[in-house]
């Protein structure tokens, strides 16, 4: 049998993962430095997760710039995509840059039909079985509802609030689309990392007082806060 009526039909859905973005400071030494520590602090963060690198706050003549991307990539850094900056800068001529990125907004699916898509505020994502470690939870349309617990390795991202209602084990990420209301409340606080619209807090900055106890954790003045929930 001959032509096209027996090739096999070529399927597409969309598929959405979530990126983050890392925006560098001068003096990049100390920047750099800071981000070790991190690291050191929880380790493999950036392990399989697309990294956007944001050079708003840098200029064509930041020091150390041409070493950013090298050492970003040696520290296991996947940047697939960077804004803010320009090409033509003497000192990023070497570098291999990624092809730019549009838009940013969730891809639900590729359709034949034109039904309108959901309202992202107002989907909420509710999960009845326990999150295990390896797992990764990404749900930029609003909050996550998770009604287990959170295994240690494991990982839930939210565009709103995350609402835990057993043990924080791994790591919990709100607001991922700019949302510095969003909030993460847990019934038992052991979290290897949690963050707020970009705003983090590692395990050894949560106080020993919140350890294991009921709590939220929400943005003031873009510091991280927590506090107990009786």
Do not use: C
């Not at 050079?55 to 003549?61: K, V």
């Not at 697939?80 to 003497?90: A, F, H, R, V």
């Not at 839930?156 to 609030?161: I, K, L, P």
Request: charged share 20%; aromatic share 6%; no cysteine.
């Amino acid at each position: 049998m001959s032509g096209t009526s027996s090739l096999p039909r070529i399927r597409l859905s969309g598929r959405s993962f979530l990126a983050l973005t890392l925006t560098p400071e001068a003096p990049l030494a100390d920047w750099l430095n800071a981000l070790d520590a991190q690291l050191a602090r929880s380790a493999g963060f950036f392990a399989g997760k697309p990294i956007i690198l944001d050079l708003n706050r840098l200029t064509a003549e930041t020091p150390h710039l041409s070493f950013l991307k090298s050492a970003l990539e040696e520290r296991g850094v996947r940047i697939i995509s960077i804004e803010n900056g320009d090409p033509t800068w003497p000192a990023v001529a070497e570098w291999d840059w990624p092809a730019s990125l549009s838009g940013g907004r969730e891809v639900e699916s590729l359709k034949e039909d034109k039904d309108e898509a959901p309202n992202p505020a107002s989907t909420t994502l509710i999960l009845e079985e326990p999150v295990r470690s390896g797992q990764h939870i990404v749900w930029p349309n609003g909050d996550v509802i998770v009604l287990g617990p959170v295994a240690s390795g494991a990982e839930v991202s939210a565009g709103g609030s995350i609402h835990i209602y057993g043990a924080l084990r791994g790591r919990a990420i709100a607001g991922i689309g700019g949302n510095s209301a969003a909030r993460i409340f847990t019934r038992q606080l052991a979290a290897e990392l949690v963050a707020i619209d970009g705003f983090y807090a590692t395990a050894e900055e949560m106080g020993a007082e919140h350890n294991g106890k009921p709590t939220q954790v929400f943005l003031e003045n873009e510091t991280v806060v927590f506090r107990s929930m009786a």
